[in-house]
């Protein structure tokens, strides 16, 4: 909702800010919720995040919008599939998304995921009938900071998250984004969290990232049965 900003109550905020005491802010295993974000307005916490860059590769206007469209719903849907899911956002052709992954075998889950976003993304190059959309994951595990965004008594207002994993996962799909056949990038931490029959499907690259062309079984099988 639209409220003027007034420069002396930015004075009472910027002193609030800077005079918090954060000498006992542990980083923790779990997310913080809206609540506890009430009161405290920055927390610091451990978190995994997969970072989805799509590329649209078709000029029909109508064909893009439905494209575009099928991304909305279906990479957001397998994206809030996990259990530990925690924020979910869209920026232009990337999409960023915060999981509690507390377990090893919640970053096996993770894993899943990014296999189903591949095979989807198969599926919606077959029914347009060309290879209409690129698509790059990367998936990241370290601390980061979480903050309440704007005045801290809204409790409408969102959060940002910001941090090495966020930054991390930009930089490596649009560093591989046309320069790799593969399709989903993970780094180290991730890879050495994984059970060993994921494992496998890893090639290590250079720079402690492993990468994976890793599908979905019943989707690809899906696909294939539909071909023929």
Known sequence: MYKQYSLNEAN???DNI???NLSNLDTVEILPTNEDLRTQTVRKAFASVICVKFKIKINDEIKRLKIQRLIASEFYNILNSHEGIYNI???????IALYNTPRKGDIDNLIGIAAKLNSITQYFNFCVGTEAVDIKIAIHYSPISICRL???DDVNNGICYLGDSVS???KIVNDVFDNSNDVIFITDVIFKNLKNEYKVFFEKLDNDI???TISNNLISNWIDKTKK
């Not at 956002?89 to 999409?95: E, M």
């Open 18 to 20: 800077l005079n918090m």
């Open 12 to 14: 009472v905020r910027v």
């Open 168 to 170: 991390h996962t930009f």
């Open 150 to 152: 704007g005045q801290t």
């Open 210 to 212: 492993y990468s994976t």
């Open 89 to 95: 956002s869209i920026l232009n052709d990337t999409f």
